[in-house]
Nanobody, 123 residues
């Protein structure tokens, strides 16, 4: 069993920035990819960004390209999502996730999710 805990969410004005953090614990062994999902009000959970097991490969949804940056610290079992120039449409619950298959660019590859952290962007 793997546990994922997100932090860093909050309320921010449009144009501002937030940095989300994810800490993995439990039965993590070997290589795994990490990613971030979000669920907007009334919407479905969508893959926002993913990063490969070694931190070299990345994926970004079109809606966040150029504004969000994903990174990870493999040794510390941490991932981060730096969110810049936030827009009201970025408002959502953001979830950290891991992919034991090592695939990171499609939503079906992910096995575990955290509890989520709320990000609210005011206009």
């Amino acid at each position: 069993q793997v546990q994922l805990v997100e932090s860093g969410g909050g309320l921010v004005q449009a144009g501002g920035s937030l940095r989300l953090s994810c800490a993995a614990s439990g039965r993590t062994f070997g290589a795994y990819a990490m990613g971030w999902f979000r669920r907007a009000p009334g919407g479905e959970r969508e893959l926002v960004s993913g990063i490969s097991w070694n931190g070299i490969g990345t994926f970004y949804a079109d809606a966040v390209k150029g504004r969000f940056t994903i990174s990870r610290d493999v040794a510390k079992k941490m991932s981060y999502l730096q969110m810049n120039r936030l827009k009201p449409e970025d408002t959502a619950v953001y979830y950290c996730a891991i992919s034991s298959s090592l695939r990171y660019s499609d939503s079906s590859s992910y096995d575990y999710w955290g509890q989520g952290t709320q990000v609210t962007v005011s206009s």
